[in-house]
């Protein structure tokens, strides 16, 4: 059971727009610490998409933003490509237990 | 730039201690504005934190695996490790290194990774 809660998968049609969530609570993301977004694909090691929220690093296409409210967060991919399929992860810090968090993951999946 | 390479054994057997090595290079680890951490994936299961440490000499670790994790750096030889004892088939995972940016508040992201080493948990 992951402290940020993610929904397993997703799906969208080439073009369209598709976002994933991230749950949390008080004591991470609603505590105000910062949310980081992560795209993995198969064999591979996770590479930042966002970081801060919604700060995008260089080479990341602004296809992709990142948005936090409350107590969740949410990654969003505008004209959604082949390419995008792959697994996406929320990370943020959880004062109750005193580190990293990530949530369980999302499987994007282009129709 | 950059750049982070993991090694050690990739068969360990159960009850014995998973020790695994972190080479950092392009870089001084003691000298740059990284934290430095591992981050461990099941077959087929999402990503979990297993501990960070800073240069500071601070180190955080997942509070389900406290009582049997160690990390600690090398900055004669440009590494940090990660020692976990008492392994079982559940400890079978890929395991990553990483590195973040320190900033003000703890949490940082990730944004430099090894591409992680499969250990497997057997007899």
């Known amino acids: 059971q992951s402290v940020l809660t993610q929904p397993p998968s997703v799906s969208g049609a080439p073009g369209q727009r598709v976002t994933i969530s991230c749950t949390g609570s008080?004591?991470?993301?609603?505590?105000?610490?910062?949310v980081h977004w992560y795209q993995q694909f198969p064999g591979t090691a996770p590479k930042v998409l966002i970081y801060?929220?919604?700060n995008r690093p260089s080479g990341v296409p602004d296809r992709f933003s990142g948005s936090k409210s409350g107590t969740s967060a949410s990654l969003a991919i505008t004209g959604l490509q082949a390419e995008d399929e792959a697994d996406y992860y929320c990370?943020?810090?959880?004062?109750?237990?005193?580190?990293?968090?990530f949530g369980g993951g999302t499987k994007v999946t282009v129709l | 730039q950059l750049q982070l390479q993991e090694s050690g054994p990739g068969l360990v057997r159960p009850s014995e201690t998973l020790s695994l090595t972190c080479t950092v290079s392009?870089?001084?680890?003691?000298?740059?504005?990284?934290?430095w951490g591992w981050i461990r994936q099941p077959p087929g299961k999402g990503l979990e934190w297993i501990g960070s440490?800073?240069?500071?000499?601070?180190?955080y670790y997942n509070s389900s695996l406290t009582s049997r994790v160690t990390i600690l750096q090398d900055t004669s030889k440009n590494q940090f490790s990660l020692k976990l004892s008492s392994v079982t088939a559940a400890d079978t995972a890929v395991y990553f290194c990483?590195?973040?940016?320190?900033?003000?508040?703890?949490?940082?992201?990730?944004?430099?990774w090894g591409q992680g080493t499969m250990v497997t948990v057997s007899s």
């Open positions: 990483a590195g973040g940016r320190i900033t003000f508040i703890p949490g940082g992201a990730f944004d430099i």
């Open positions: 392009g870089g001084s680890i003691s000298s740059s504005s990284y934290y």
């Open positions: 440490i800073y240069k500071s000499g601070s180190i």
């Open positions: 008080s004591s991470n993301i609603g505590a105000g610490y910062d």
């Open positions: 801060g929220d919604s």
């Open positions: 990370q943020s810090y959880d004062r109750s237990v005193s580190g990293w968090v």
